[in-house]
Each structure stands twice: as structure tokens, then as C-alpha cells.
């Protein structure tokens, strides 16, 4: 049986990295960026001015002058006025600095009468102060946002600031969520006393949504052979990835294996040492589709998603990872078994800025309204089975932010 890191290894290793396409730079939030975007010009691109007041030269200032004729305005947007020796020029914040200017002095700290504009007395005028300099922040030509990055709502600032209508981004994978088993009754339909209420197809979908795939679909298929076959043959046909949960274990009615390999969809493994999610099934269709197929217990559905299939679809999208995350654990836990164990937790912080790991109990694995509470789970490893509180453990959220 392989180690989760084993598994995962195997998972990354069978994903291939999707094409990408160009969006509109409008619609690109949340996409994976597949170019650099470099800065159209140098930021600020003109000597900015940073205050409300007037504009004049130091030499004139050094020279005793305290007192300046108005020679005209300059307000953001306009063009660059030429200031006259002995004189000032109103400038407004966001204008470029008028041309042989270099001393700002704010509106508040100014007297003006007759078209004349008088310093306070004692005020201390320093040279290019309030005076943002051409290609401060960056110059023509930087790398602004790189390969790899999610395109958060700050990005979508610096792609319009370079001047970019179109950005190149990793195309999103088509995913088919399956869910399988024949107790299983969608929300909105009648269901009998011995009948299941189906949640892994809409938390599976809503779980990709939230790291940004938005393009997957669920459908429900019965525990049932040819049923199997048949639509599973048509989703290996139009998708890319099949994320299945149920019917991987050893009961009489797990079929999704035998059915998987049947349709030519090479079996990569079977099984991790890991609580929850031991049963996963993992694999390759013949046009490179990867097809995972998760427990159906709800706990180990979500856990194994997030732990395996979100991170195969961030290879896909060459989407930079987040360096690892750690949390402290607030009590002793105790997991005997030779299994990575995946503990749900809630977070907290101490007042020491550490992060929190409170362990919440699920009752089984198929005890998901538990996991509401759940910011992410914390992995303790296979070969350990005493965990002391204030152990520094792997953190994995639901939803990485
Ligand atoms: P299975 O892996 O098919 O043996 O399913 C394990 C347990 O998870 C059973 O109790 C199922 O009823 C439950 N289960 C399987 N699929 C779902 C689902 N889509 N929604 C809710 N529970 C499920
Ligand atoms: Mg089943």
C-alpha cells in the first residue's frame, strides 16, 4: 500500500500540464497566469506630484524668496507647464511636477492674496519632498506578475496599469464528478426510510469551485454495471479529469475498479495508508485523463479531494504552490493504527501569533455536518502515534487563502 506522499507523488507525476488560452483580462480573476506582465512604463511615469499646494524651485527658496507669483495651474492629466524663474505654479495631487520645479509646499501651509502665494513663517520647505520620482516604484519593463501566479483582484490592478486587454492563462480543465450507489437520493427528490441523501457530487463540485475550477459537472450514476460502462465511457470521451466517488471498496457492489479498467483506464494505485480515504483508487485513461476515484464515506471523499485532486489540478495549471503551512496541535492526540492520520481541525490563534490546530471529531468517516466547524485537517504521520500538544503538524485548509 503506498504512503500518502507515495500517492501523491504518483498523482502529480501521471498529471500532464493543460494548454493554456488568452481571456479577457476582465475575466481573468482567479485564473492561472500563463505569461510574464511586464510594466508598459516606468512607475510613476512622470515626476508625481503628491499633495494639493503650490509648485517652485529650491534655488529660489535658498535664495530668501518667501513669496511667489502665481504663474498658473497644473492639475492631474495636465500637460507639463514650464515654471518661470521667482514664480510658483498651483499644482494639484497626481499632476506631473512642472518642469524646473523641485519644492512642494501643501495648500494648508500657504497664504495666498493678489495672485500671490506667501509660505508660513518657519516652515520647513524641503526639496522633493512630496514629489513621487519618474520609475520609483518600477521601471519599463519589470516583471510585474510572473508564470503560475492566480490572478487575484490586486493583479487584475498591475495587468490594467500595464496597458494588457487580453492575458494568456492556463486553460481549466473539463472535470465529470461521479457520484456512484444506488441508496444515494438527490437533494429535491423523495427518498425512502432507506435511502441516502447524496452530498459528495455538490461538495466535490463546490470544493473545486472554491480553488478556482469552475468547470466541472456532477452526475450520478447507479451501482450498477453496464450503467457504469456506458457513462463512464462517455465522460472519458469529454473530459479531462473524473473525480468518482463510491464503490472502491471490497463490498459486492464496488465496481468502479473492474469497470475503470475495463475502459482501458490504466489503474496507477489502489489504496493509501490513511485515515480517512484507504480505499482511494487512482488512474490514467487512455488519452491521459486522470481518473480519481474516491471513497464514498463523505469525510474521506472531501479529504482525499482536497489532498489529491487539488493538487493534481494545480500541476496541470502550472500554478505556482504555496510553500507548506504548520500549526501547533492545542492537545495530546493519540492515532494507533500504522496510517497517516488526516484530523480535521478548527483554527485558532494564540497570543504568541501561532496557529492553533483544535482537533473537532468526526464520529466515522461518514460524518461530514462535523466538518462544518473545520477550517482544513492536519496530517500526523504513519510512523508516529502519540502527538504531544504544542507538536508543530502539517496544516492543510479546506481552502487555501
Ligand atoms: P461506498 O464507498 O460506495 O461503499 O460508500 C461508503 C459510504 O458512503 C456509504 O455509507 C454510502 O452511502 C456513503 N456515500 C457514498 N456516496 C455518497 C454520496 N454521494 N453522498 C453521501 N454519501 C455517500
Ligand atoms: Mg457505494
Known amino acids: 500500500m503506498l504512503t500518502t506522499v507515495e500517492a501523491l507523488q504518483a498523482v502529480l507525476a501521471a498529471t500532464e500540464v493543460f494548454p493554456s488560452e488568452v481571456v479577457d483580462a476582465s475575466q481573468s480573476t482567479g485564473r492561472v497566469l500563463r505569461q510574464v506582465i511586464r ?67 501643501p495648500v494648508e501651509r500657504i497664504c495666498v492674496t493678489d495672485g500671490t502665494a506667501t509660505l508660513e513663517v518657519d516652515y520647513a520647505v524641503k526639496k522633493d519632498r512630496f514629489v513621487h520620482r519618474r520609475g520609483s516604484d518600477y521601471v519599463e519593463g519589470a516583471r510585474l506578475l510572473t508564470t503560475g501566479k492566480r490572478i487575484s483582484a490586486l493583479d487584475i490592478a498591475v495587468i490594467a496599469s500595464c496597458g494588457e486587454t487580453d492575458v494568456e492563462v492556463a486553460r481549466d480543465p473539463v472535470i465529470r464528478v461521479i457520484s456512484t450507489g444506488n441508496e444515494l437520493v438527490a437533494a429535491g427528490e423523495a427518498i425512502e426510510p432507506h435511502q441516502i441523501r447524496s452530498s459528495n457530487g455538490p461538495a466535490v463540485v463546490a470544493l473545486l469551485a472554491s480553488h478556482g475550477y469552475e468547470r466541472s459537472e456532477h452526475e450520478h450514476i447507479l451501482d450498477d454495471v453496464n450503467a457504469l460502462k456506458n457513462r463512464l465511457s462517455e465522460h472519458l470521451e469529454n473530459a479531462e479529469v473524473l473525480i468518482l466517488s463510491g464503490g472502491v471498496s471490497m463490498g459486492k457492489a464496488d465496481y468502479v475498479p473492474a469497470v475503470l479498467a475495463d475502459l482501458g483506464v490504466e489503474m496507477i494505485f489502489h489504496k493509501i495508508s490513511q485515515r480517512p480515504g484507504k480505499p482511494m483508487w487512482f488512474g490514467k485513461g487512455p488519452q491521459g485523463q486522470i481518473v480519481f476515484a474516491l471513497p464514498g464515506n463523505p469525510v474521506s471523499a472531501l479529504v482525499c479531494c482536497r489532498q489529491y485532486v487539488i493538487p493534481a489540478l494545480a500541476k496541470a495549471g502550472s500554478e505556482t504552490l504555496r510553500p507548506p503551512e504548520f500549526a501547533s496541535l492545542s492537545m495530546n492526540i493519540s492515532f494507533k493504527p500504522s496510517l497517516t492520520c488526516f484530523q480535521p481541525v478548527k483554527l485558532l490563534s494564540n497570543a504568541a501569533g501561532q496557529t492553533l490546530a483544535v482537533p473537532v471529531k468526526t464520529n466515522t468517516s461518514g460524518d461530514f455536518a462535523s466538518l462544518s466547524i473545520t477550517d482544513g485537517y492536519v496530517e500526523l504521520p504513519k510512523e508516529q502515534s502519540e502527538f504531544a500538544v504544542g507538536s508543530a503538524v502539517f496544516l492543510h485548509r479546506w481552502i487555501a487563502h
Open 39 to 105: 510594466a508598459e512604463r516606468d512607475q510613476p511615469p512622470f515626476d508625481r506630484v503628491m499633495m494639493d499646494g503650490i509648485a517652485f524651485a529650491w534655488a529660489d527658496y535658498e535664495s530668501g524668496q518667501r513669496s511667489f507669483p502665481i504663474q498658473g495651474l497644473q492639475a492631474a492629466g495636465d500637460v507639463m507647464l514650464t515654471l518661470d524663474s521667482g514664480h510658483c505654479i498651483e499644482i494639484m495631487t497626481g499632476a506631473a511636477l512642472p518642469k524646473n520645479a523641485d519644492c512642494i509646499v
